[in-house]
């Protein structure tokens, strides 16, 4: 049986993707399940109080999981019409608001887990996450507009993206690093692979929702590879060199985790005034 998806949720603009994009977001959906189910699996082996890396991943591949299946299935755009319309006419595109519902919580995430290795401030770290949803909301809101408006918000979406460039480029490689800066190295390449990615992304929004220069179906595949780039490829990477990391120089150790042979309550207490009980 093929790719139905068209059929049973037909698109609802005229430039719309097409049965081989769906099939590509399928593939693509199926690559962010199974490196859902690998990460979940890592997960579990490891420590109590050492998940923290990994389940940021898990909430990343989660979220990018749904966000495929509703593309793949042709669920979650909205027509708008394109700023340069060819030949005349007065055409509609596909903008698919559930692709930056994704970027909303997976940017700021991918982030997070590259900051959270340095010794920045948690002030600095919670700024750049901000400018990481000021990056995704412009390109959003600029993808909404039919007019040339747009480009002001991929303005404002760029002055952002400098900023994040700044916190992991400079801001962040100047910090002090926990375990003596042996994670130095590794975060530089991370931050260098998560800065390059960054700057794709608005050069695909500009060819495909921005200037309507791509067909939608083109455009899903550009953005597919960039994510499956930055979310499953870049993770797996990352998780391989923070295994090799002793977790507590990182200090992320949550102070409500209670292992089962640590007193609790009274005990807990009468154990810190050494009182047998």
């Known amino acids: 049986m093929g790719n139905e998806a068209l059929n049973l949720n037909p698109p609802n603009a005229d430039l719309h993707i097409s049965t081989h994009g769906s099939n590509w977001l399928w593939a693509a959906f199926s ?33 990018a999981s749904l966000s495929y299946f509703s593309m793949a299935s042709d669920l979650g755009a909205t027509p708008v019409g394109v700023e340069f319309r060819g030949n ?9 608001f559930v692709r930056y519902i994704q970027w909303f919580i997976t940017f700021p995430l991918l982030l997070l887990e590259v900051l959270l290795t340095t010794g920045l401030y948690l002030s600095d770290i919670l700024t750049t996450l901000f400018m990481a949803i000021v990056l995704v909301v412009s390109g959003l809101i600029g993808a909404l507009i039919p007019s040339t408006y747009k480009w002001g918000f991929f303005t404002f979406g760029a002055v952002a993206l400098l900023y994040i460039w700044y916190a992991l480029l400079v801001h962040g490689r100047s910090t002090t690093f926990p375990s003596d ?4 190295v590794s975060y530089t390449i991370a931050a260098g692979w998560i800065s390059f990615m960054l700057i794709t992304y608005p050069i695909c929004w500009a060819l495909s929702e921005g200037g309507n220069v791509i067909s939608p ?37 949550s102070g409500k985790f209670t292992a089962k042979d640590e007193p609790t309550g009274a005990a807990a207490k009468a154990a810190e005034a050494g ?3």
């Open 217 to 253: 179906t083109s455009e899903m595949i550009w953005y597919g590879i960039l994510d499956i780039l930055t979310g499953p490829f870049f993770l797996f990477i990352f998780l391989w060199q923070i295994s090799y990391v002793d977790y507590s120089v990182f200090e992320l150790r």
């Open 88 to 96: 005349g006419g007065d055409p509609t595109r596909q903008i698919w």
């Open 31 to 63: 690559v962010f399940g199974l490196s859902l189910l690998i990460t979940i699996f890592l997960d579990l082996r490891r420590p109590k109080g050492t998940r923290l890396f990994h389940q940021i991943a898990v909430i990343i591949l989660t979220t």
């Open 181 to 184: 800066g042996s994670f130095r």
């Open 275 to 277: 009182v047998d009980v």
